[in-house]
């Protein structure tokens, strides 16, 4: 659901956005120059590997290089923010849990990372639901924050000198690029500018006439220096960023002292709604869930409003399968599910390493040196931000649903 102006917006979000940019670079007036910055969701990288036949790590290598090809001066990967978001969603579900008989809305906690249900949310929901929602930004809307904040500083640039392209799995992350929290007017600068879809890249290789086989391999960009981007890795969960069992195994250590190596998943109505729980001295002590697609978000909602609602915290993603299978990149021409190639990507997805967001150095040195420490007003500011029910009433007429 959006309104007029936000779908006009949303339709700039294309490949001519980024050719405009490339263009104007290859101009005399160097003052309107942009350092052009790309930024790839893990979930993105499958799509690559499985459409071209190729590991994952060539692919992210190929996929940069075709990038520069064009002109990008900088390719990341954004398991860095997703790596910030999940340790900043671990530490606020632990504190909702401590308080939750001093606030109402303390628990049930929802995870905040899908654009989709996150405007479902604010758009049709009320406050009832929108003050359970983590206030974690998304990966997509750190990454921002790190590539026009720190990275920006590291190259002694201003924010508005860098144009910043996300590529990821689903259109709903260019509603999300759009939002009024992720913009910093002093420098008239959005977090990130553009997000084109997994299968927008593929477009604009076929207009080049270029296979990803045919590419040279480039390595990843590190936001660090010189250094560049190792293998690929990713978190813990089938077919996201993992929210459930980070956020599952690091509140049984806080909380109950429990390690938790394994998590086994129960699939009730179907295989998109499913829960994780933890026993203790035969006490349930904590019960999750995951549930993507709407049937299972409405059905959620449904509880919670009838205060049947069962769970402490649910990841909930707006696409069933979950975000392998946005609808940027698991289509077939006519708009149905490619299964034949969700089917490789996962394949792929669940063969690359896991690796904890504790174990990153990275994330450990930038809260002390960029974030002024966990704890700092800095971390709320930056990586943070506040979700709530949207009074559309004057503009009923005008949003499209």
């Given at each position: 659901?959006m309104?007029?102006?936000?779908?006009?917006?949303?339709?700039?979000?294309?490949?001519?956005?980024?050719?405009?940019?490339?263009?104007?670079?290859?101009?005399?007036?160097?003052?309107?120059?942009?350092?052009?910055?790309?930024?790839?969701?893990?979930?993105?990288?499958?799509?690559?590997?499985?459409?071209?036949?190729?590991?994952?790590?060539?692919?992210?290598?190929?996929?940069?290089?075709?990038?520069?090809?064009?002109?990008?001066?900088?390719?990341?990967?954004?398991?860095?923010?997703?790596?910030?978001?999940?340790?900043?969603?671990?530490?606020?579900?632990?504190?909702?849990?401590?308080?939750?008989?001093?606030?109402?809305?303390?628990?049930?906690?929802?995870?905040?990372?899908?654009?989709g249900?996150?405007?479902?949310?604010?758009?049709?929901?009320?406050?009832?639901?929108?003050?359970?929602?983590?206030?974690?930004?998304?990966?997509?809307?750190?990454?921002?924050?790190?590539?026009?904040?720190?990275?920006?500083?590291?190259?002694?640039?201003?924010p508005?000198?860098i144009?910043?392209?996300?590529?990821?799995?689903?259109?709903?992350?260019?509603?999300?690029?759009?939002?009024?929290?992720?913009?910093?007017?002093?420098?008239?600068?959005?977090?990130?500018?553009c997000?084109?879809?997994?299968?927008?890249?593929?477009?604009?290789?076929?207009?080049?006439?270029?296979?990803?086989?045919d590419?040279?391999?480039?390595?990843?960009?590190?936001?660090?220096?010189?250094?560049?981007?190792?293998?690929?890795?990713?978190?813990?969960?089938?077919?996201?960023?993992?929210?459930?069992?980070?956020?599952?195994?690091?509140?049984?250590?806080?909380?109950?002292?429990?390690?938790?190596?394994?998590?086994?998943?129960?699939?009730?109505?179907?295989?998109?709604?499913?829960?994780?729980?933890?026993?203790?001295?035969?006490?349930?002590?904590?019960?999750?869930?995951?549930a993507?697609?709407?049937?299972?978000?409405?059905?959620?909602?449904?509880?919670?409003?009838?205060?049947?609602?069962?769970?402490?915290?649910?990841?909930?993603?707006?696409?069933p399968?979950?975000?392998?299978?946005?609808?940027?990149?698991?289509?077939?021409?006519?708009?149905?599910?490619?299964?034949a190639?969700?089917?490789?990507?996962?394949?792929?997805?669940?063969a690359i390493?896991?690796?904890?967001?504790?174990?990153?150095?990275?994330?450990?040195?930038?809260?002390?040196?960029?974030?002024?420490?966990?704890?700092?007003?800095?971390?709320?500011?930056?990586?943070?931000?506040?979700?709530?029910?949207?009074?559309?009433?004057?503009?009923?007429?005008?949003?499209?649903?």
């Amino acid at each position: 659901c959006m309104t007029s102006e936000e779908g006009a917006r949303v339709f700039q979000q294309n490949q001519k956005e980024l050719f405009r940019i490339l263009n104007l670079n290859k101009k005399c007036d160097t003052s309107k120059h942009k350092v052009l910055a790309v930024s790839i969701c893990p979930q993105s990288l499958p799509y690559f590997a499985a459409k071209f036949n190729l590991c994952v790590n060539d692919a992210a290598k190929r996929l940069c290089g075709f990038l520069k090809s064009l002109g990008v001066h900088y390719v990341f990967d954004t398991t860095i923010a997703a790596d910030f978001s999940i340790l900043e969603s671990q530490r606020e579900f632990v504190q909702r849990y401590q308080r939750r008989n001093q606030e109402e809305h303390a628990l049930p906690m929802f995870a905040s990372a899908c654009p989709g249900w996150i405007r479902y949310a604010e758009r049709v929901l009320t406050n009832l639901v929108t003050s359970h929602i983590c206030t974690a930004k998304s990966p997509q809307q750190i990454m921002g924050s790190l590539v026009k904040g720190y990275f920006a500083r590291q190259q002694n640039l201003s924010p508005d000198k860098i144009f910043h392209v996300i590529v990821a799995p689903c259109y709903d992350k260019k509603l999300e690029a759009l939002r009024e929290d992720f913009y910093t007017a002093l420098y008239n600068s959005q977090e990130v500018d553009c997000v084109l879809t997994s299968g927008e890249i593929v477009q604009i290789m076929e207009q080049k006439n270029v296979s990803m086989k045919d590419v040279t391999e480039v390595a990843v960009d590190s936001l660090f220096d010189e250094i560049k981007e190792g293998d690929v890795v990713r978190h813990d969960g089938k077919r996201s960023d993992g929210y459930l069992e980070h956020i599952f195994k690091h509140a049984a250590k806080e909380l109950f002292g429990m390690d938790v190596k394994e998590i086994t998943y129960k699939a009730l109505k179907n295989k998109d709604f499913q829960e994780v729980t933890l026993e203790k001295d035969g006490e349930t002590v904590l019960r999750f869930a995951a549930a993507y697609g709407f049937r299972n978000i409405q059905n959620m909602v449904l509880k919670l409003k009838k205060g049947k609602f069962l769970y402490h915290f649910v990841e909930v993603l707006a696409c069933p399968g979950g975000c392998l299978n946005g609808k940027g990149q698991a289509q077939t021409e006519d708009g149905k599910p490619d299964k034949a190639l969700l089917n490789q990507m996962e394949e792929v997805y669940a063969a690359i390493p896991v690796r904890l967001p504790e174990t990153n150095m990275h994330v450990q040195q930038m809260y002390q040196d960029w974030l002024e420490g966990m704890d700092s007003k800095k971390v709320q500011e930056t990586l943070h931000t506040k979700y709530s029910a949207v009074n559309q009433t004057a503009n009923n007429l005008d949003i499209k649903w």
